[in-house]
Structures are given as structure tokens and as C-alpha cells.
């Protein structure tokens, strides 16, 4: 195992702060801590000192900066040491990523400033047409009219008439009811769900899902504290075609990176052709 033998060197904290006050020409170059021949100068710990720091936490901090350098330094030495020179030959790496965050950020730019984030039903309907069968469902999903209330809450035998109507007044009731009493509920029957999603809210126990969605319409269900009134509008068993009202956030974001990829390829060949017109390229024979 390999050893090594370290100096640390601090100076007094006396010459380090005085009430904060680290601006001082003079003392730019002044060496506050050293392992082995690499040092810390007072010019960068201030940089990390606020001003407006009493001196006793001033000193806390310049404290915990100079430890850190130090362990920092000392496993850089280490490693320095411990590698091989192609091993440390960071110099093209650091160049490409630094040309790639460049480019990166540039790119990020001009898509705040310029992509189009609108997105119109038409165009989501067409894609969907033309692509569903990159639709399939993973999951079952649902419509699902649902409410959730307390065992003591009133007009329960109302509310096992209600969840079950298609009549508009006997909905509006149910909604208002909903506000005022449910623990829990669902009404936007034109929105499609998780099946899992639901049985995560009410206490149903079944080992065969598809069996249970085919079969079942209305489901009421309780524990000891609640009543579940459940009207299950609507279904689709995994592995068939999603409908597209369940897609549409997804082929939102699909149209939008498409629009992405689009604008950055647009602005890559429209650099590159001014610099063919403007002369700007040349590759050398004879390589």
C-alpha cells in the first residue's frame, strides 16, 4: 500500500480576518494553506466569505472551506500520483464536453426563443390516425363514475340512485353531494383512469382484472368507516389500442420533440451552407 507523507500548513486565522475586511491589494497573493507544493490563497477564500458575516462565523466558514481543499487537494496529489500519464490525459475530454455544453445550451436557447409549443387537437388526431398501432395500452383503463363517502353521511340510498343515472338533474345532485359529504370522488366520466389507479382507492379484491371489468358495471363495496359507489361508463383491456384521450399529453410531447429535432437540424444545415457560400470550410488533400 502506498504512503504518503503530507505537510499542511495554515496561517493564523489573525491574518486571515479582521472583522470580515478581505479586500486589500497587497495581500492578493497571501497563502492561507498548503499541501505539499500546491497552495490556497486568501484572494479565493474571500470570494466565499459574505461580508456581511459576523467574524465569529466567518471564521466557521473559513474553517470548513480550508479543511475541504485540504482533504480535496490531498486525494487529487493521491490520485495524481497513482495514474498513469494516458490515464490522465484529460485535455481532449474537457474539450469536447465543454464544445458539447456549448452547443447544448445554444440549442436550448433558440428553442425557448423560437419553437412552437402549440399544439391543436387536429394535429393530434391526425398523428394519432396515422400511428395507432404505436398505441397499445399497458394497463387497463377505465371510465369511471365514483364516489367515496363516510357510513354516517346522509341520504345514502339517494346516493346509490344517483351514481347509477344518466339523467342530467340526478348528476348535478350527485356532484353537489360530492362537495358537500364524499371523502373521495371521481365524476369526470370523459377522462379515461388506471383500473390500478382506482384499486388503489377502494377495497376491491379480484385476481383477474380483464374478468372483472367485462363483468361488472356498477360496484359497491365497504370497509368500516366507508361506503364505495363505483360506475365503471367505459374500459379497455391492455394490449389493445389506447384511445386517443388517454394519449394526447403523450403525442403532445411527441409532436413537440419532433418540432425540436426539426428547428435544431434546420439551424445546423443553415450554418453550415453560409459557411460553404461564405468560403468558411476546406478540407486539405493529402491527408
Not at 492561507?32 to 467574524?55: C, M, N, W
Given at each position: 500500500?502506498?504512503?504518503i507523507r503530507?505537510?499542511?500548513?495554515l496561517?493564523?486565522f489573525s491574518?486571515?480576518?479582521?472583522?470580515?475586511n478581505f479586500?486589500?491589494?497587497?495581500?492578493?497573493?497571501?497563502?492561507?494553506?498548503?499541501?505539499?507544493?500546491?497552495f490556497?490563497?486568501?484572494t479565493?477564500?474571500?470570494s466565499v466569505i459574505?461580508p456581511g458575516?459576523?467574524q465569529?462565523d466567518?471564521?466557521?466558514?473559513?474553517?470548513?472551506?480550508?479543511?475541504?481543499?485540504?482533504?480535496?487537494t490531498l486525494?487529487?496529489?493521491?490520485?495524481?500520483?497513482?495514474?498513469?500519464?494516458d490515464?490522465?490525459m484529460?485535455e481532449?475530454?474537457?474539450?469536447d464536453y465543454k464544445?458539447s455544453?456549448i452547443?447544448?445550451?445554444?440549442e436550448?436557447?433558440?428553442?425557448d426563443?423560437?419553437l412552437?409549443?402549440?399544439?391543436?387537437?387536429?394535429q393530434?388526431?391526425?398523428?394519432y390516425?396515422q400511428n395507432k398501432q404505436?398505441?397499445e395500452?399497458?394497463?387497463?383503463i377505465i371510465?369511471?363514475?365514483?364516489?367515496k363517502?363516510?357510513k354516517s353521511?346522509p341520504?345514502l340510498?339517494?346516493?346509490?340512485?344517483?351514481?347509477?343515472?344518466?339523467k342530467?338533474?340526478d348528476l348535478?345532485a350527485l356532484e353537489?353531494y360530492?362537495?358537500q359529504?364524499?371523502q373521495n370522488f371521481?365524476?369526470?366520466e370523459?377522462?379515461?383512469?388506471?383500473?390500478?389507479?382506482?384499486?388503489?382507492?377502494?377495497?376491491?379484491?379480484?385476481?383477474?382484472?380483464e374478468e372483472f371489468?367485462?363483468?361488472?358495471r356498477?360496484?359497491e363495496?365497504?370497509?368500516?368507516?366507508?361506503?364505495y359507489f363505483?360506475n365503471?361508463?367505459g374500459?379497455?383491456?391492455?394490449n389493445?389500442i389506447?384511445?386517443m384521450?388517454?394519449?394526447?399529453?403523450?403525442i403532445?410531447n411527441?409532436?413537440?420533440?419532433?418540432?425540436?429535432?426539426?428547428?435544431i437540424?434546420?439551424?445546423?444545415?443553415d450554418?453550415?451552407?453560409?459557411?460553404?457560400?461564405?468560403?468558411d470550410?476546406e478540407?486539405f488533400?493529402?491527408?
Amino acid at each position: 500500500m502506498l504512503s504518503i507523507r503530507t505537510t499542511i500548513y495554515l496561517l493564523s486565522f489573525s491574518l486571515i480576518i479582521q472583522g470580515c475586511n478581505f479586500v486589500s491589494p497587497k495581500d492578493e497573493q497571501v497563502p492561507v494553506a498548503r499541501v505539499h507544493d500546491r497552495f490556497l490563497y486568501k484572494t479565493e477564500l474571500e470570494s466565499v466569505i459574505s461580508p456581511g458575516l459576523s467574524q465569529e462565523d466567518s471564521v466557521a466558514k473559513a474553517n470548513s472551506y480550508i479543511n475541504n481543499w485540504i482533504r480535496q487537494t490531498l486525494i487529487y496529489s493521491h490520485a495524481e500520483k497513482n495514474l498513469s500519464e494516458d490515464q490522465k490525459m484529460f485535455e481532449q475530454k474537457l474539450e469536447d464536453y465543454k464544445r458539447s455544453l456549448i452547443i447544448y445550451t445554444f440549442e436550448r436557447e433558440l428553442i425557448d426563443q423560437i419553437l412552437d409549443t402549440i399544439v391543436t387537437r387536429e394535429q393530434i388526431e391526425f398523428y394519432y390516425d396515422q400511428n395507432k398501432q404505436n398505441f397499445e395500452l399497458k394497463d387497463n383503463i377505465i371510465k369511471v363514475r365514483y364516489i367515496k363517502v363516510d357510513k354516517s353521511a346522509p341520504d345514502l340510498e339517494k346516493v346509490k340512485v344517483w351514481y347509477k343515472s344518466n339523467k342530467e338533474i340526478d348528476l348535478i345532485a350527485l356532484e353537489n353531494y360530492a362537495y358537500q359529504f364524499a371523502q373521495n370522488f371521481f365524476l369526470d366520466e370523459n377522462n379515461w383512469l388506471l383500473f390500478e389507479d382506482l384499486l388503489k382507492e377502494i377495497p376491491i379484491l379480484t385476481y383477474n382484472k380483464e374478468e372483472f371489468l367485462k363483468n361488472n358495471r356498477f360496484v359497491e363495496v365497504e370497509d368500516s368507516v366507508s361506503y364505495y359507489f363505483v360506475n365503471i361508463r367505459g374500459f379497455k383491456i391492455k394490449n389493445s389500442i389506447s384511445p386517443m384521450n388517454f394519449e394526447m399529453d403523450n403525442i403532445r410531447n411527441i409532436l413537440i420533440n419532433k418540432r425540436k429535432i426539426e428547428l435544431i437540424n434546420k439551424m445546423k444545415n443553415d450554418i453550415y451552407e453560409k459557411a460553404l457560400q461564405a468560403n468558411d470550410i476546406e478540407i486539405f488533400e493529402g491527408l
